[in-house]
């Protein structure tokens, strides 16, 4: 077993759950913010497996940045969270309050833009955006999202959904508001949700953690290949009223002017509504936990679906019948939930696939192990500690060769790297 540390300097160093490798394998991009839930890192910055570290990009004017990932081809694009400038009492760093950038050589244009004043702009957002993972391919970006103007209509209707940045054309809104701007991409969200599902049903009030669905999709019964697809968690409600994390899946158009196409709904909302998915988007729920034991996805560790690369296979964490937090996985045309891990003691971490397509990084039982999803067995990468690595990230590199993730060393997380050697 054979781990590096990366990183030595006396700050905490943070690496997102995905897309943290350079096409080559080369680079880990990561920030600084002192822990996950504060954002107040100033500097977006890249390490290699010799320890050189370079700064990609710094925020100015009282913004911050975080939550960094990188294209998957070459020469890199880095895209990151950036706050607003010039923050105020009326305007600061909030979920609603954010936005994409890409970062080149220093410099960063953002993804989304943003209108807050109506009649909104059909591609521009009206809030905030987070966790930008560029899709398989690169050639656009998945996102979370917060909205401004449903924050201001009323608290309780600014609902988290799953959204798309499409490079069709730059949009450009009309700037009545001081805090609106231009963006790169066309925008939109994917995602449905209402403040008040019915119990029982498949509505939701929260779509997060998503994941693309395979490299090139993947096949539905009848042999036609679904190009493009985001997995997701959605909050559904049980016939009592309690929270259950189900998997959904949305299928996504092919041609990028089709993510322009207005649906039912304006796809740039309105003063009281959500923007509205486009035209022929719509969500499937994949799981039905609700008569479980332990009904629903696992809730701890925080993870993120995480789709093979053949797009067979949606992975996720849930309880099994011992109460045990397991690695599952569940097909894209949906079935039933296939367990591939029977630990004695729970997943402790976010996963990723191996690019082999037949194993799953994480952490158990306080180390790096790597999963055989044929067999469920699980393999040590690392020696078992007594403090377990961090949760947040375990990310194999593009290569195969490698496995990163950090590990808490005199106060401070620090980057390492586990090597694959093979079985």
Known sequence: MTEKQLTFDRRNHQLTNINIWTADSHWLVYDVRPDGATFSGLTVERV????????????????????????PDLPPRYVCIHGPEHPDSQWKYDFHHRRGVIVQNGLAENMDACDI???????ALRGGTHVHVFSPDGTRLSFTY???VMHEFAVKEDLRNVGVAVPLHPVCPPKSHPREYDGSHFCVLVSRTTS????????INRAYEEGWVGEEG????DGHRQRWALAFIGDTLSTSGEKVPEV???????????YALEGDEPIEGTATSLPAPPKGITQRRLTFTHDRAYPGLATTPRHWLRSSPDGRSIAFLMKDEAGVVQLWTIAPTGGQPRKITDAASDIQSAFSWHPDGRSVALINDNSVMLCDTGSGKMRRLTTRTDEAPVADAVVCSPDGQHVAYLRHTEGFRQIFVAEVMAD
């Open 48 to 71: 290699n497996l010799s320890g050189q570290t370079e700064v990609l990009y710094q925020a100015r004017d009282g913004a911050h940045v975080g939550v960094i990932t990188v294209s």
């Open 117 to 123: 004043t109506a009649p909104f702009t059909p591609g």
């Open 146 to 148: 917060n909205d401004h």
């Open 196 to 203: 008040a599902p019915q119990p029982g049903s498949d509505e």
């Open 218 to 221: 993947y096949l539905k019964h």
């Open 248 to 258: 959904f899946i949305v299928d996504l158009p092919e041609k990028m002017v089709d």
